[in-house]
Structures are given as structure tokens and as C-alpha cells.
């Protein structure tokens, strides 16, 4: 009776501390790959809205520097050929200073009211030499994405 019991806990094992750590570490490199294949998956949402406006942009100005007005007007949306007749279009775009040359600086596409809309942004080059920035609207109609608005 005179004894005493020490009570005493056994030492535990630095396992679970370790497997703890790796499993963290592990927990925290899938996160960091989830994050980096998300910022790829954006990347190459955003470059796939940007190709067709682009396209339809670089094809639009393209007809309009070498003079194919016809094939340019076939690019316009609705609303902008309403304002304009094939051949009003054509005399419009041949007057004096004419474009002869050009370069797409950005190229932006954003959603308003639930329909997407592009922005491009090119330097026309006209005769003579002068240059000019431009803002160049592009919007998609019947599933093709269309030269909208005033683009000179």
C-alpha cells in the first residue's frame, strides 16, 4: 500500500507527424497543378475567341487594302449593310486617302448582354504614308463572327 504508481504514457512513434507532413505536401503539389492546368485551360479559351475575330479582322482588311470591296461588304453584319449598298460601300472605301496597308495590334473579345463582342484594334496605313489607330467592332450573327460599326 505504500507504493506509489507513476503513471506514465508510453512514447508514440513520430510516424503519424511524418505521414501527416508528406500527405500535406502531396495535398498542396495537386493544388498547385490544378491551378497551373486551370491558367493553361483560360489561355487557351481566351486564344480560341480571339482566332475567329482576328481572322475575321486580318480577311475584312485584307480586301479592303487590295480594293476587293465586293468580298469585304460580304463581311459586314447586318446592321452595317443596311446603312450601306455594295456600291456605296465600294465608292465609300475607294475615296481618297485609300487604305493600302495595316497592322492588328490587340485583339480583345468580351460578352455584353449575353452576346459575345470583339474588339480590334489595327493601324491603317493609308496613301501618302499616314497612319492611324483604329477601332474595328466585331460581333458574332449567325455564327459567324462580322465587321459591325464604322471602321473608318
Not at 487557351?44 to 482588311?61: E, H, I, S
Not at 455594295?86 to 495595316?102: A, D, E, I, L, M
Request: charged letters at 25%; aromatic letters at 8%; a positive charge.
Amino acid at each position: 500500500m505504500g507504493r506509489e504508481h507513476v503513471w506514465s504514457r508510453p512514447a508514440r512513434p513520430r510516424r503519424p507527424v511524418r505521414t501527416g507532413l508528406v500527405l500535406g505536401a502531396f495535398g498542396l503539389g495537386m493544388c498547385l497543378i490544378g491551378v497551373a492546368g486551370l491558367g493553361v485551360w483560360n489561355v487557351q479559351v481566351v486564344m480560341q475567341a480571339n482566332g475567329p475575330v482576328r481572322k475575321t479582322a486580318d480577311a475584312f482588311l485584307r480586301e479592303v487594302a487590295t480594293g476587293d470591296t465586293d468580298q469585304a461588304y460580304e463581311k459586314l453584319c447586318r446592321q452595317a449593310r443596311s446603312r450601306w449598298s455594295v456600291v456605296g460601300f465600294g465608292s465609300w472605301v475607294r475615296t481618297p486617302p485609300q487604305v493600302t496597308g495595316y497592322e492588328i495590334t490587340d485583339v480583345s473579345v468580351a460578352t455584353k448582354g449575353g452576346r459575345p463582342r470583339g474588339t480590334v484594334r489595327v493601324r491603317v496605313t493609308r496613301d501618302g504614308g499616314a497612319s492611324e489607330e483604329r477601332t474595328l467592332p466585331v460581333v458574332q450573327e449567325d455564327g459567324k463572327w462580322r465587321v459591325c460599326g464604322d471602321p473608318f
